[in-house]
């Protein structure tokens, strides 16, 4: 936007420059005057009061997790904060994002931030926002490109690690209460995307190094009802699930739902313990009644760590081009204190109501 004003001063200058030639004679010199005027003061106020526009392309509205995300991005990108933001919901369709990515780049906006629905596929539009001289910056998940430089800088949660997380937590709560078989039920998020690849690296890695078997493994799409559909049509076919592993929460509200339509418990003392991410409000509170087990989080409130980056490339500065935010463990009970990955010791928070009442999302 600050670009397009920019240009604009610059034409009007140059048609009262036209003007000023053409006319002649004794008014030429107030217009001339009047034309500087207005350019000083344009190029004022387009460094100093003008609204940094920024197109967002949105995934979806998929989850919990999603609308803390949005609401987080539209309260940080306001006017009163100095943005325009212009909001664009893919509808978990990454054609619409790359057609919203192409609408910005027409809009000329200042800067393009994009929440990919999966992570391949964005060489080509991307390349077209760098052609255009506008900075992109992943946020949420990853986007996978032949070139590097198709995008400034990525900020969000790093998904491997928080699979590896709930699986180590897994193994030590399996050991503490002596469960000698773990035969887990895998309701994947959306394929291909950051978050779905990252957990179930994690929990693929944790079946074959802890001999846990993985009896079946299906997408839920991060929704709940598919969640659900998923989940009854698993315990159709398997009778012997004990583990849930849900890439989301909402996915865990669908499938503890089938699990208790079908007859059976959740929880420490039930047939089914479920593990879940992100730990929405309604999933910390069903992680402190143990109906989710334990619940890794995934942080949403995005918006201030993007604006952060923004004001850090306002000003030149160089970004870092990956910039994991730090995230908890959460879980029912205290039989696991802690888990070390890769050397690093995570602590596990005992989920009470004190840390329901201090959700923020
Ligand atoms: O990319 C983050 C994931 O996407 C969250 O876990 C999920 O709830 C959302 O839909």
Not at 23 to 36: A, K, L, N, W
Not at 80 to 102: M, V
Not at 285 to 305: A, D, F, K, V, Y
Request: hydrophobic share 35%.
């Amino acid at each position: 936007m600050k670009r397009k004003i920019v240009s604009a001063l610059l034409c009007v200058s140059m048609i009262a420059v036209m003007l000023t030639g053409c006319g002649g004679g004794s008014s030429s010199s107030s217009e001339g005057g009047d034309t500087e005027q207005s350019e000083e003061s344009g190029d004022g106020d387009s460094s100093d009061g003008e609204l940094i526009t920024v197109g967002f392309a949105q995934v979806g509205a998929e989850s919990d997790w999603r609308t803390a995300n949005s609401e987080s991005m539209k309260e940080t990108f306001s006017e009163a904060n100095g943005y325009e933001l212009i909001f664009d919901d893919a509808q978990q369709k990454q054609e619409n994002q790359i057609t919203a990515i192409r609408n910005f780049i027409q809009q000329e906006v200042d800067y393009i931030v994009l929440a990919p629905v999966t992570e391949t596929g964005w060489d080509t539009v991307l390349q077209e926002a760098k052609d255009a001289d506008i900075p992109v910056i992943t946020v949420d998940r990853m986007v996978d490109v032949s070139d590097d430089s198709l995008f400034v800088s990525y900020v969000g949660g790093n998904f491997k690690l928080e699979g590896d997380k709930a699986c180590e937590w897994l193994k030590a709560y399996a050991d503490a209460k002596n469960i000698s078989e773990l035969n887990i039920a895998h309701i994947q998020g959306t394929i291909g995307a950051s978050a779905q690849i990252g957990r179930t690296e994690g929990l693929e890695e944790a079946a074959k190094k802890y001999g846990w078997n993985i009896v079946a493994q299906q997408t839920g799409e991060f929704t709940q009802a598919k969640g659900q559909e998923v989940m009854e049509s698993m315990l159709k076919q398997h009778d012997n699930i004990n583990v849930v592993y849900c890439e989301n929460d909402n996915e865990a509200f669908g499938a503890i739902d089938a699990i208790k339509a079908a007859g059976k418990t959740v929880g420490p003392d039930g047939d089914i313990l479920v593990l879940s991410f992100d730990t929405v409000k309604a999933g910390i509170e069903m992680t402190m009644s143990g109906e989710i087990i334990c619940n890794t989080e995934c942080n949403p409130l995005h918006g201030p760590r993007v604006a952060e980056l923004i004001q850090k490339l306002e000003a030149g500065e160089e970004l870092e081009k990956i910039a994991y935010i730090d995230e908890g463990i959460f879980a029912y009970g205290s039989d696991v204190a802690s888990v070390t990955i890769d050397g690093t010791e995570y602590e596990v928070t005992e989920v009470t109501q004190e840390v329901v009442d201090g959700r923020k999302y």
